[in-house]
């Protein structure tokens, strides 16, 4: 009797260490930095300049401008439209950067896509760097820092040196940028 429990027993353990493992692996439920930035589409919501940007538009008469849509108009000579606010940034997966119009059109004639130009990483993904940041008036490569980087939100600060056309002088500000991911909306 003896010797028929432990045949059981072993013929049982060499059956289980033998059985075939049919558990499958688990995909990796990690996301990256890259794919939460190129399955978005960024809208520029927000724009603050710290500190605010004091401009003599003519000897005498000093605007300030604090935010990313009034320097903007500023270097444009005119004003941002709504239709411009609602463009996005698309950061594509083989590093290109595709700027589109959005929902709305400033006009019809323009293409709804164009070139924006080339992105990377740098710093261990904590700065994301532009060949020419699709959303700077001087079409500059810029570094940006990423303070913040979601499925729905994408935060920058850019670092920017302001000369005065009238006095001549450089001023150096911080420009922090809250973009909403606006795919599927």
Known sequence: ???????????????????????????????????????????????TINPSIDVEVVPGTT??????????????????????????????????VVMDEGPTKCDSGDPQTTDGGKWNFEESETKLKFSSFPQDPTGEPRTLNID???????????????KNPITGDTTYHAIVMKYSNQKGK
Request: with cysteine; charged share 20%; aromatic share 10%.
């Open 63 to 96: 605007i300030t401008v604090n935010s990313y849509w009034d320097l903007l108009a500023y270097a444009g000579g005119g004003q941002v439209l709504e239709c411009d606010k609602d463009n996005r940034m698309i950061c594509k997966t083989d590093s290109s």
């Open 1 to 47: 009797m003896k010797y028929l429990l432990a045949f059981s027993l072993g013929t049982l353990l060499l059956w289980s260490s033998c059985k075939e493992d049919d558990t499958q692996p688990v995909p990796s439920t990690e996301t990256t930095k890259t794919s939460l930035l190129t399955n978005a589409e960024w809208r520029l919501d927000e724009g």
């Open 148 to 162: 913040m980087l979601s499925g729905t939100n994408l935060n920058l600060t850019m670092s920017y040196a302001f």
